[in-house]
Antibody, heavy 116, light 110 residues
Framework: QVQLEQSGAEVKKPGASVKVSCKTSGYRFTDYYIQWVRQAPGQGPEWMGWINPHSGGTNSAQRFQGRITMTRDTSISSVYMELSRLRSDDTAVYYC?????????WGQGTMVTVSS | QSALTQPASVSGSPGQSITISCTGTSSDIADYDYVSWYQQHPGKAPRLMIYEVTNRPSGVSTRFSGSKSGNTASLTISGLQAEDEADYYCSSFTSSSTLAFGGGTKVTVL
């Protein structure tokens, strides 16, 4: 069965970086894009960007450009999202999800807390 | 502020039908048939309920249906059940090759 398993919760100080991993299984890794979505407490989801696991190509929301880096490791069917220069308003649950327009499988979410 | 506009809350009694709207622009919903709907229970990841405006993934109840008119998409839940109480979010592909989400609608079963 398809599974996306994310890394554990993180607590970071303002200005630091965080790297969240998403390990996939149950399907051919290179057949589906992976996208990253975050959800601040009590808010709707916010699209951050996606990565093509086949080529490594990425596309990200303008508001994160310069701060977000998405990578993949095809040998272990995993993708990574690194967000730098963290601010308090980056506190949110970060999700990886399979697909771009249609997200049929989601990771369990990774809580990132930014606090001094 | 979310890119797509949804009502904050909708409620109904068991067995009734409710409809949730999702309003966008000519750069997203109006221009593409790539509208999805997600259900989210507290502390859980979103679950895909409708994709490409009207299609249901395998395993989703036929009580859930989607439609679109102009720049507004809608999700209808028929025969409302207690387990349908959750937050619902719409999303749409955009002309910038990005994904826009709605702010979410809390469905309450009275």
């Amino acid at each position: 069965q398809v599974q996306l398993e994310q890394s554990g919760a993180e607590v970071k100080k303002p200005g630091a970086s965080v790297k969240v991993s998403c390990k996939t299984s149950g399907y051919r890794f290179t057949d589906y894009y992976i996208q990253w979505v975050r959800q601040a407490p009590g808010q709707g989801p916010e699209w951050m960007g996606w990565i093509n696991p086949h080529s490594g190509g990425t596309n990200s929301a303008q508001r994160f450009q310069g701060r977000i880096t998405m990578t993949r490791d095809t040998s272990i069917s995993s993708v990574y999202m690194e967000l730098s220069r963290l601010r308090s308003d980056d506190t949110a649950v970060y999700y990886c999800a399979r697909g771009t327009i249609i997200n049929d499988y989601w990771g369990q979410g990774t809580m990132v807390t930014v606090s001094s | 502020q979310s890119a797509l506009t949804q009502p904050a809350s909708v409620s109904g009694s068991p067995g009734q039908s409710i409809t949730i709207s999702c309003t966008g622009t000519s750069s997203d919903i109006a221009d593409y048939d790539y509208v999805s709907w997600y259900q989210q229970h507290p502390g859980k990841a979103p679950r895909l309920m409708i994709y490409e405006v009207t299609n249901r993934p395998s395993g989703v109840s036929t009580r859930f249906s989607g439609s679109k008119s102009g720049n507004t998409a809608s999700l209808t839940i028929s025969g409302l059940q207690a387990e349908d109480e959750a937050d619902y979010y719409c999303s749409s592909f955009t002309s910038s090759s990005t994904l826009a989400f709605g702010g979410g609608t809390k469905v309450t079963v009275l």
